[in-house]
């Protein structure tokens, strides 16, 4: 009997749920003037997103699973084989410092900051110089001379296959249009790249020719990682991720 009356119970209560359900979803559309078909759809993408929010859950469950085991894995390689888990650890090292060198890590130290911009005309009978591809061009030459471990132009990461080209008062790099003013961030030993700009002679030619040049020393600068514009370059270098 006692079984029976808590069955009966149950049923109610869902009975009274749905109705409940029912009466909001009614009140809903008649306020927002929903009809039945969206109020079924907003439903099913409830639905959706509930499933979806399951499914990250277990996959985040299942990447925490899989990073334990690859931990133990690595644990066990290193008490069974010291020679070949040194081996691995090497060829980690010169992986990571291959991606640095092809601008796919993100890179923070001390370096400078080489404000770059259009001069400035004192009257309408002298040409007004603008900063020109070859230029940056030629300053990022002087950067990698001087050991310059990442450089980046307004955000753009400088790579071996960045291109520059002078499109009138702009310039585009890795496909994206730049224009003045233009920082250039470069990371390395400050003191030595502020020293190989100013000695440069590209800084000293836009000096004469009125531009505004200003390298200043910064004791942190982050230049970001390449962001894979070039898609074929980037998969020759994807295995090693």
């Given at each position: ?14 009975l ?19 009809s ?12 959706r ?6 499914e ?19 644990k ?9 888990y ?31 911009d ?8 002298l ?10 061009n ?18 753009q990461?400088?790579?071996p ?29 400050p ?20 531009l ?29 991720e």
């Amino acid at each position: 009997m006692y079984r029976k009356n808590t069955v009966c119970i149950m049923l109610v209560f869902l009975l009274l749920g749905f109705v409940i359900s029912t009466q909001i979803k009614s009140v809903a559309a008649d306020r927002y003037g929903l009809s039945a078909a969206e109020v079924s759809e907003i439903d099913e993408c409830e639905k959706r997103i509930q499933e979806l929010t399951r499914e990250i859950e277990d996959t985040k469950a299942e990447c925490a699973e899989l990073k334990d085991t690859y931990n133990a894995h690595l644990k066990e390689l290193y008490e069974n084989d010291q020679q070949f888990y040194n081996l691995y650890k090497k060829y980690e090292t010169d992986i990571n410092e291959y991606k640095l060198y092809a601008g796919l890590t993100t890179v923070t130290g001390p370096g400078i900051d080489i404000g770059l911009d259009d001069a400035h005309r004192s009257s309408e009978s002298l040409p007004a110089f603008i900063v020109h591809d070859i230029y940056i061009n030629e300053l990022l030459n002087v950067l990698k001379a001087a050991g310059a471990q990442a450089i980046s132009v307004n955000g753009q990461r400088i790579i071996p296959m960045s291109e520059f080209l002078c499109l009138g008062p702009s310039i585009r790099i890795n496909n994206t249009r730049l224009f003045p003013p233009y920082h250039i961030y470069a990371v390395g030993d400050p003191d030595k790249l502020l020293a190989a700009v100013r000695d440069s002679v590209i800084y000293k030619n836009m000096v004469s020719e009125n531009l505004i040049v200003d390298p200043v020393i910064s004791q942190e600068i982050t230049v970001n990682a390449y962001n894979r514009t070039y898609t074929g370059y980037i998969n020759m270098l994807e295995q090693y991720e």
